[in-house]
């Protein structure tokens, strides 16, 4: 039974929660684009030379949470900066990209860091909802995207960490994920034999669960943000 | 609060979500960076006055009626029905708001609370629980808009009256033509306030740089925006802008009101004609020789506050500090003038309900 399960979980329930991913965006995007634009501007002075640029800029730096709250900033970039890795350190799992390779580096990239700074970040982000006044203006939601990724950042830097320096008898190797990871994409799916004779199967399951509850909230949760966020700041610089 | 209402407010609410209210309603992560940024909640320091407590209370219902996740799961987001206990939460929220729009530009996201309180007043209208004198108010605006005629001679009698300050004040003995009125072919539509000061000098700068200008017969300030309620906005608006086309003039020049200048200048699309501050025509004058002031005539030192409207909205800055300085010898306020407080007490008075507009004030 509990091959099944693992095996719904990795090869299945990837490909439902990729699918959920992409058309919630989709979705929410048309019901952006059908829902009418206001007459005037919204925008709040000054708006910077270039306008697009700055609301570009506002995105990727938030000046303005660095004019409020420089700790929290720095917490922010470190967030985002770190998902960013993690999120071409993925893509080099399912297959090699000599443009990612520029500056050689073993797979998964960032030795170990990335994961580490993005627990650290997310304990950050959490333990901050339980202080007044955060706690008050917290909802449910909050924490259990917290929970979340926290859950999938610790599984999957276990595998990363454990892997890289031979943690505990880890024995599933970069290889291995790349052959399970490129055969979703090849529509050939399978998990590999290396992660299904592995011991660690269950933390790679986990991690990967973990990974598709996030693909299927992040559309219709407030993690839409980080699509969105683009379009507010270009309003309030229009 | 029976089925019926619900279903008739939240048929008003879906009007009502347009791109920017979509992205504000979806993309807000609650990181409380906005928290203490609010004046008012700086005055009366609860949840409910800060800018992520007020729009929380908007997104609450918004997420029970046009989220899967509120309709299935409410207590994931804490999602509200619409009944008598979130239609209070909701004029809390949207009166005690004064649109400074200071929380904008905190935001990482740049959220704007002003633009959310929008739905709260629209749902509160529609309930019929909108700040009675508000709703007079806006409706005594629009009957003048509607029946301009029968107010026309009453008004021009006031206006006489004025014209003698103004003679005063440009020590002349005739006082005929100093404010004029319905001047076809005029340069200038001038619209001031129901205070006689807000006629009077900007009557005084106009006659001395001879400019070719008109009074309008309405005043500058909106009811149906302090209200929230757009289709009153548009109708008080068009008002002058009608009387603007009529006459055919090149440019509208708008008291010294945040909100009177920003509605024309920004909320309602394009225009035929220019639309300015007075703030801004003054200046003009000055630079181009048309008035002068006595340079450095006043020795005392001040803090210019600049009103949140004026600088946030309509990116008015220098014009202000040159008008200043060069009477005066100010010190200015401070290097990060865009997230000066606002100086909001008159209009957060007017706004809030009477009594947290009391404890603010």
């Known amino acids: 039974m509990w091959d099944s399960i693992y095996f719904f979980i990795m090869v299945p329930m990837v490909y439902i929660a990729f699918a959920t991913l992409v058309i ?3 979705f929410k995007f048309t019901i952006i684009f059908i829902s009418p634009t206001i007459k005037g501007t919204i925008a709040v002075f000054p708006k910077g030379s270039v306008p697009k640029l700055c609301a570009v800029r506002d995105s990727f730096f938030m000046p303005s949470a660095f004019m409020k709250d420089k700790p929290f900033w720095v917490v922010i970039i470190a967030f985002h900066a770190a998902f960013l890795l993690l999120i071409i350190g993925h893509l080099e799992l399912i297959r090699e990209f000599a ?14 860091w990335v994961g580490i700074v993005l627990i650290v970040t997310t304990i950050y982000f959490l333990f901050r909802r339980f202080k007044t006044p955060w706690r008050e203006i917290s909802v449910p939601e909050d924490f259990i995207i917290l929970l979340l990724l926290f859950l999938t950042f610790i599984f999957g830097s276990h595998m990363s960490l454990a892997s890289r320096y031979g943690i505990a008898g880890f024995d599933i190797q970069v290889s291995e994920y790349r052959e399970y990871l490129s055969s979703l994409f090849t529509t050939s799916p399978h998990v590999s034999r290396g992660i299904l004779a592995s011991p660690h199967y269950v933390i790679v399951a986990l991690h990967v669960f973990f990974a598709n509850l996030f693909m299927m909230m992040f559309p219709f949760s407030k993690m839409i943000h980080s699509v969105f966020m683009f379009a507010a700041q270009f309003i309030k610089r229009k | 609060m029976d089925i019926e209402k619900r279903k008739q407010l939240t ?20 990181c409380g960076l906005c928290y203490d940024t609010c004046h008012v909640y700086q005055g009366i320091p609860k949840k409910e006055y800060s800018p992520v407590g007020r729009a929380e209370v908007v997104r609450r219902i918004y997420k029970k009626y046009f989220r899967p996740s509120g309709r299935l799961i409410p207590s994931w987001g804490d999602a509200k029905v619409i009944d008598d206990n979130s239609m209070n939460e909701l004029l809390e929220a949207a009166f005690s708001c004064t649109g400074c729009r200071r929380c904008m530009v905190h935001c990482p996201f740049g959220i704007d609370t002003q633009h959310l309180m929008s739905m709260a007043k629209v749902l509160l209208i529609g309930n019929e629980t909108a700040p009675e004198e508000l709703v007079m108010l806006a409706d005594s605006s629009v009957e003048k808009g509607k029946s301009i005629d029968e107010f026309k001679d009453g008004y021009r009698e006031v206006i006489r009256d004025l014209e003698k300050e103004v003679a005063k004040h440009l020590g002349v003995t005739e006082t005929d033509g100093l404010i004029p009125m319905e001047k076809k072919g005029a340069d200038i539509l001038f619209v001031g306030l129901a205070g006689a000061h807000s006629i009077v000098h900007p009557a005084v700068i106009f006659n001395k740089a001879k400019a070719n200008w008109s009074l309008s017969f309405f005043e500058a300030v909106n009811f149906g925006a302090f209200l929230g309620d757009p289709e009153k906005m548009q109708f008080i608006a068009n008002r002058v802008v009608n009387e603007a086309k009529a006459l055919g003039v090149k440019e509208v020049v708008i008291v010294e009101c945040g909100t009177a200048y920003r509605i024309p200048k920004f909320l309602i699309g394009p225009l035929p004609f220019k639309v300015s501050s007075i703030v801004e025509v003054i200046h003009r004058y000055i630079k181009e020789g048309k008035i002068k002031v006595k340079e450095k005539s006043i ?3 001040l803090t210019y506050h600049d009103p949140c409207h004026l600088l ?8 202000p500090r040159e008008l200043l300085w060069a009477v005066l010898r100010p ?27 009391e404890e603010q004030a």
């Open chain 1, 24 to 26: 919630g965006i989709a």
């Open chain 1, 99 to 112: 443009v990612i390779q520029v500056i050689p580096h073993e797979v998964f990239l960032g030795a170990g």
């Open chain 2, 331 to 357: 010190e200015n306020s401070g290097r990060v003038w865009e997230v000066h407080w606002p100086c909001h007490p008159g209009a957060a008075a007017r706004r809030t309900p009477p009594l947290a507009g």
């Open chain 2, 312 to 319: 946030r909205g309509q990116g008015i800055r220098e014009q």
């Open chain 2, 299 to 301: 020795a005392d030192s």
């Open chain 2, 11 to 30: 048929a008003l609410m879906k009007t009502r979500l347009n791109r920017p209210m979509r992205y504000y309603l979806d993309l807000c992560t609650r």
